[in-house]
């Protein structure tokens, strides 16, 4: 079946403006997750979303991320006045229900370049 | 202080040899999960192999097994018989049952396979 999959796979952006990342988790999948990649390093927690709870923002680095996902499925992640910081690899995840071993599974990214 | 340490950050291995990446993490929580992923140039995260903090065997999946050992809180990922498609970037990943379900990575480890 498919996978997860983002959009747009790059970005590239002036320093200032706003950008939305798109991502499509796996359908029936209830928790879906945003990291962030930044060159050479590992992966950083961003939000994380479970069914009808509140999400788990707790990894979003300023008061410029937001994120949100409509109807149990569609996430979007917005940066407003996004800083050459930001550029960045954004990984999308998805995984089925909260149980600790449950694998998630990874989008192929949204690289974003803030010039 | 880091909760997941990889301390090579790069390796290199000859075909058909066994590899151990070294993983060790730190969580007072008894009950968590160790991951490891793969990623290759292309940028996709795979999904290795699991490891429960209650199980009581040693992981193991295809080529890759993972050295649990739990009073060193080490959590090695074993590649036996290597292949050229092995070599990737691999990252160490825990979820701690009660810090929601966001997975928190090492900064990875290369590896990179050589005939």
């Known amino acids: 079946g498919a996978g997860v999959s983002q959009s747009p796979s790059n970005k590239v952006t002036e320093k200032g403006k706003d950008v939305e990342l798109r991502c499509d988790p796996i359908?029936?999948?209830?928790?879906l997750y945003w990291y962030r990649q930044s060159l050479g390093q590992g992966l950083e927690f961003l939000i994380y979303?479970?069914?009808?709870?509140?999400?788990?923002k707790s990894g979003l680095p300023s008061d410029r991320f937001s994120a949100e996902r409509t109807g149990g499925s569609v996430s979007t992640l917005t940066i407003q006045r996004t800083q050459q910081e930001d550029s960045a690899v954004y990984l999308c995840?998805?995984?089925?229900?909260?149980?600790?071993?449950?694998?998630?599974?990874f989008g192929p990214g949204t690289r974003l370049t803030v010039t | 202080a880091q909760k997941i340490t990889q301390t090579q950050p790069g390796m290199f291995v000859q075909e058909k040899e066994a590899v151990t990446l070294d993983c060790t993490y730190d969580?007072?929580?008894?009950?968590?999960?160790l991951f490891w992923y793969k990623q290759p140039s292309s940028g996709e995260m795979i999904f290795l192999i699991y490891?429960?903090?209650?199980?009581?065997q040693n992981a193991t999946e295809g080529r890759y097994s993972l050295n649990f050992q739990k009073a060193r809180k080490s959590a090695n990922l074993v590649i036996s018989a290597s292949q050229l498609g092995d070599s990737a970037m691999y990252f160490c990943?825990?979820?701690?049952?009660?810090?929601?379900?966001?997975?928190?990575f090492g900064t990875g480890t290369r590896l990179q396979v050589f005939p």
């Open positions: 995840a998805s995984s089925n229900g909260g149980s600790i071993s449950y694998e998630q599974y």
């Open positions: 490891q429960g903090s209650y199980d009581q």
């Open positions: 979303f479970q069914g009808n709870s509140a999400p788990d």
């Open positions: 359908s029936g999948h209830t928790a």
């Open positions: 969580t007072s929580d008894p009950s968590y999960g």
């Open positions: 990943a825990m979820r701690e049952s009660y810090n929601t379900d966001k997975l928190i």
